[in-house]
């Protein structure tokens, strides 16, 4: 009996318990220096002996590079594992946040295919299977990406980057699965210090201890180029967007067999020491989607009303979106953010009734016909932008003339204030910053939401 009444106290405790996701990837991307082929190889060889299977994220000129040389062996082990992709070239200019950012965003998505969707084509033909995750070169992200990534079938955006983030752990983001600025949960031990790594794996285990009640993600990556090489293949070659052409292309300085075998070294017991830990999995980006609950679901219209008359943000697990969609009585789905910001021009303070279900219907014809929402909507010759008209239309009591209700779309928080360190990749042009792309991120926050574990 005392034994059952222990049984009972401890079933909630144990109910409590939520999975801690652990992914190792690689950006696979010097195709510079053959020597990090080897590395590629000896890093994917060695994991699968050790069970361990990790995200290579390929660029197409290093697929296309492999299979010149004839490096079948690499391209095997790799294919063992999961395969990502990171871009057709990587840092030959203009990198990807250099050309969105003076395109119209729906331009940028047009512009985004016809670069990147070759690099991804060959990634699937040479390792016959379509990328599980997509990640930018450096800091040079974009929202383009995540439209074409949509429409490529690629479900993941998996890199680090300070663009946008919510709290520290997977979100959803332009329909797309965003791993990424998870800030302390992104844990790399130091190669080039094997005796911090006590320290790392100590780090390691207070993160999976913060993590046991709510679940979460950790993650670590590399370059194989890190394990072949003392600096990095574009820097020698592309640094603050310099062009240099594949017969000027200079080698990185090579690390000493003992440096380079110090540094796997480093990495594989850091490696054995997350697998020793109970309760972390060890996963991939193409598994990914599959631990969290399905994001096309909507708040009722009740709810929905009540959130948006306080403010305009993410509530619970659902977005502002989802949230409109819900107060428009439309079915769950998943539409884009506005590619502007509004502005609101109206005669008077009020709209009446016959206009304000015309301007409803507008919205609606809208979303359904460009499954994006409106920057504007239109109620007779008078306008108002979309905070304007989520923030007037939650407060519709119904009456014959609607009062106009200013909207602050809080959601922007998340996004990351216009800093020369947002976009400070040595490979971007001295001094490049992108606020055009952090406009379009806090527009297209209207889709962020948590990921939320199952
Ligand atoms: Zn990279």
């Excluded at 009444?5 to 510079?32: C, G, H, N, R, S």
């Excluded at 450096?138 to 955006?157: E, F, I, M, T």
């Excluded at 998340?414 to 527009?443: C, M, N």
């Amino acid at each position: 009996m005392r034994f059952l009444l222990a049984l009972l106290l401890a079933l909630p405790l144990l109910a409590q318990t939520k999975p801690i996701y652990y992914l190792l990837w690689f950006d696979t991307e010097d195709y510079v220096d053959p020597a990090s082929d080897d590395a590629a190889l000896r890093l994917a060889q060695t994991l699968e002996k050790m069970g361990v299977r990790a995200t290579f994220k390929v660029v197409g000129e290093k697929a296309r590079r492999l299979e010149k040389r004839d490096r079948r062996d690499v391209i095997t082990a790799l294919s063992r594992h999961d395969i990502g992709y990171h871009t057709n070239y990587h840092s030959i200019p203009p990198a990807p946040a250099a050309y969105q950012r003076i395109l119209h965003p729906l331009e940028a998505v047009e512009e985004f295919t016809r670069r990147e969707e070759p690099g991804l084509r060959d990634i699937q033909r040479i390792f016959g299977v379509l990328p599980s995750c997509y990640g930018q070169p450096g800091d040079s992200w974009g929202p383009a990406a995540n439209v074409a990534l949509r429409r490529w079938g690629v479900p993941v955006y998996m890199d680090d980057g300070g663009q946008v983030g919510l709290n520290g752990q997977p979100f959803w983001l332009g329909g797309m699965l965003y791993v990424f600025n998870l800030k302390g949960k992104t844990l790399r031990p130091d190669i080039n210090k094997p005796e911090t790594l006590d320290a790392t794996n100590q780090k390691f285990d207070g993160i999976v201890s913060a993590l046991r009640e709510k679940g979460g993600v950790i993650q670590t990556y590399f370059h194989p180029t890190e394990f072949s090489a003392t600096e990095f293949w574009d820097g020698v070659n592309f640094l603050g967007g310099n062009y240099t052409p594949p017969e000027g292309y200079k080698m990185p300085r090579r690390r000493s067999p003992e440096s380079a075998e110090a540094a796997y070294k480093a990495l594989f017991d850091f490696v054995r020491h997350v697998q020793s830990i109970p309760g972390v999995q060890i996963v991939t980006a193409r598994q990914m989607p599959l631990f969290f609950h399905n994001p096309v679901q909507l708040p009722t219209a009740a709810e929905a009303r009540r959130h948006l008359q306080s403010a305009i943000d993410i509530q619970g697990p659902y977005s502002a979106a989802d949230q409109l969609l819900s107060l428009l009585g439309l079915e769950p789905q998943y539409v884009d953010g506005p590619v502007a910001r509004g502005t609101s021009v109206t005669a008077g303070p009020t709209l009446s009734r016959m206009l304000f279900e015309r301007a409803k219907q507008d919205a609606i014809g809208y979303i359904q016909a460009h499954k994006r929402l409106p920057h504007t909507i239109w109620a007779g010759s008078d306008r108002l932008s979309l905070p304007d008209f989520a923030a007037t239309l939650a407060h519709d009591n119904g009456g014959p003339e609607i009062q106009i209700h200013k909207g602050v779309t809080a959601f922007e928080r998340h996004v990351a204030a216009d800093t020369d360190k947002t976009y400070g990749w040595v490979i971007h042009p001295k001094g490049f910053s992108a606020p055009e792309l952090l406009e379009q991120a806090r527009l297209q926050a209207w889709t962020l939401k948590p990921a939320v574990l199952r």
